[in-house]
């Protein structure tokens, strides 16, 4: 991932970069600004040594949340690899956000003192990478506790549906919300208002089709989820339901959709809880793991054939790589050092799962022994 030197923003990224290196810099958003800064003029990171260094920050975030929710990290990581992590290679602010993002919503469902004040901090930091952040402020809401049989919240999901049909005919009203929203909070949108054809309909009809299978995984009565579990998929599914609004962006610009993109890993390891709790070789488990497939497979196409360009994103990664040639724009970058840093890291991951295996064994064993 941090080795890629090809890509429609890893491009742009490492001019940035090195433009910083010479005394100028392009201005993105000031937290981004100064960190780029700090690693290329003060401790002198060459820019795929400061893409490692996000990335190892960025992952370790992430499957800190998977193992605190204790799901099945190999389901959750081989989803991740499948879909997500050809994006998160060369998008690297939004990564930052959607890494902070997950880390952070356990504050949202676990109940204690100031854990509502530690998102918002989180969010805020998210939003020096990047703007996106402030929208996923809205899921505070989630706090309140709102059960999903709430009338307020089958009355929202409604005026977001009707939202979305009501742009999809007077998208000129659409534009001039935003523009009125970004002008009235000082901000500025990067991206060019188009009138989306036809690309929103997958993404739109997945994000309804995820969501239902969600409640129906909730609501099966042949499984048990605990109190713990019980909470974050009511949390995950209420952020389905206030980010819904967000659909209606699409209609202008396509690119909104990392707003509802960057929720998948939260969607992976709910899926990865719940397949460990059906029966083995069991129907339903079979039904489920067929509709994930799918499900990535839809998403993969949608962004990486529909969307965007598969030559442009996905194969530059493997093809444009540091570990095949290390000269980039005729100027020679090392390697070696790298290398050995994921390998370390690598390391470390596989010895953190191994332990928390035994562990595990460990309790099941005394559980036995009790009974």
Same mark, same amino acid.
């Given at each position: 991932?941090?080795?890629?030197?090809?890509?429609?923003?890893?491009?742009?990224?490492?001019?940035?970069?090195?433009?910083?290196?010479?005394?100028?810099?392009?201005?993105?958003?000031?937290?981004?600004?100064?960190?780029?800064?700090?690693?290329?003029?003060?401790?002198?990171?060459?820019?795929?040594?400061?893409?490692?260094?996000?990335?190892?920050?960025?992952?370790?975030?992430?499957?800190?949340?998977?193992?605190?929710?204790?799901?099945?990290?190999?389901?959750?990581?081989?989803?991740?690899?499948?879909?997500?992590?050809?994006?998160?290679?060369?998008?690297?602010?939004?990564?930052?956000?959607?890494?902070?993002?997950?880390?952070?919503?356990?504050?949202?469902?676990?109940?204690?003192?100031?854990?509502?004040?530690?998102?918002?901090?989180?969010?805020?930091?998210?939003?020096?990478?990047?703007?996106?952040?402030?929208?996923?402020?809205?899921?505070?809401?989630?706090?309140?506790?709102?059960?999903?049989?709430?009338?307020?919240?089958?009355?929202?999901?409604?005026?977001?549906?009707?939202?979305?049909?009501?742009?999809?005919?007077?998208?000129?009203?659409?534009?001039?919300?935003?523009?009125?929203?970004?002008?009235?909070? =000082?901000?500025?949108?990067?991206?060019?208002?188009?009138?989306?054809?036809?690309?929103?309909?997958?993404?739109?009809?997945?994000?309804?089709?995820?969501?239902?299978?969600?409640?129906?995984?909730?609501?099966?009565?042949?499984?048990?989820?605990?109190?713990?579990?019980?909470?974050?998929?009511?949390?995950?599914?209420?952020?389905?339901?206030?980010?819904?609004?967000?659909?209606?962006?699409?209609?202008?610009?396509?690119?909104?959709?990392?707003?509802?993109?960057?929720?998948?890993?939260?969607?992976?390891?709910?899926?990865?809880?719940?397949?460990?709790?059906?029966?083995?070789?069991?129907?339903?488990?079979?039904?489920?793991?067929?509709?994930?497939?799918?499900?990535?497979?839809?998403?993969?196409?949608?962004?990486?054939?529909?969307?965007?360009?598969?030559?442009?994103?996905?194969?530059?990664?493997?093809? =444009?790589?540091?570990?095949?040639?290390?000269?980039?724009?005729?100027?020679?970058?090392?390697?070696?050092?790298?290398?050995?840093?994921?390998?370390?890291?690598?390391?470390?991951?596989?010895?953190?799962?191994?332990?928390?295996?035994?562990?595990?064994?460990?309790?099941?064993?005394?559980?036995?022994?009790?009974?």
């Amino acid at each position: 991932m941090s080795l890629n030197t090809k890509g429609p923003d890893i491009g742009n990224y490492l001019y940035d970069y090195n433009v910083t290196q010479s005394g100028n810099g392009i201005i993105a958003e000031n937290g981004y600004n100064y960190f780029r800064y700090f690693c290329a003029n003060i401790i002198n990171l060459d820019f795929f040594a400061f893409h490692l260094l996000i990335s190892i920050v960025c992952f370790t975030l992430i499957i800190s949340t998977v193992s605190y929710l204790k799901a099945n990290e190999n389901c959750v990581i081989g989803l991740y690899l499948s879909y997500l992590f050809f994006v998160d290679t060369i998008q690297i602010r939004n990564f930052v956000v959607e890494a902070i993002f997950i880390f952070a919503v356990r504050y949202l469902f676990v109940d204690k003192r100031f854990n509502t004040i530690k998102y918002l901090i989180c969010m805020l930091v998210a939003f020096l990478f990047h703007k996106i952040a402030l929208i996923y402020l809205i899921l505070v809401v989630c706090k309140f506790k709102f059960k999903l049989k709430n009338p307020l919240m089958c009355l929202y999901l409604i005026i977001s549906i009707l939202a979305f049909c009501f742009f999809l005919v007077s998208r000129e009203s659409l534009k001039s919300l935003i523009t009125f929203g970004t002008n009235l909070f =000082g901000l500025k949108s990067s991206y060019n208002f188009t009138e989306t054809r036809l690309s929103f309909i997958p993404l739109v009809a997945l994000y309804f089709a995820e969501m239902f299978a969600l409640m129906l995984c909730k609501r099966n009565r042949g499984i048990r989820l605990n109190g713990f579990e019980n909470k974050y998929f009511t949390c995950v599914i209420e952020m389905h339901i206030l980010l819904a609004i967000s659909l209606s962006l699409l209609l202008v610009n396509i690119n909104f959709y990392r707003i509802v993109r960057n929720i998948s890993i939260l969607k992976y390891i709910s899926y990865a809880i719940y397949i460990n709790k059906l029966p083995k070789l069991s129907i339903s488990k079979s039904v489920m793991v067929f509709f994930i497939v799918i499900t990535t497979v839809i998403w993969f196409v949608s962004d990486y054939v529909l969307i965007n360009d598969f030559d442009i994103i996905a194969e530059p990664i493997f093809t =444009g790589n540091l570990i095949f040639n290390s000269t980039v724009n005729n100027k020679n970058y090392a390697i070696t050092l790298k290398l050995v840093i994921i390998a370390i890291y690598s390391f470390i991951l596989s010895v953190k799962k191994y332990i928390n295996f035994k562990l595990k064994l460990q309790r099941s064993d005394k559980v036995h022994v009790g009974n």
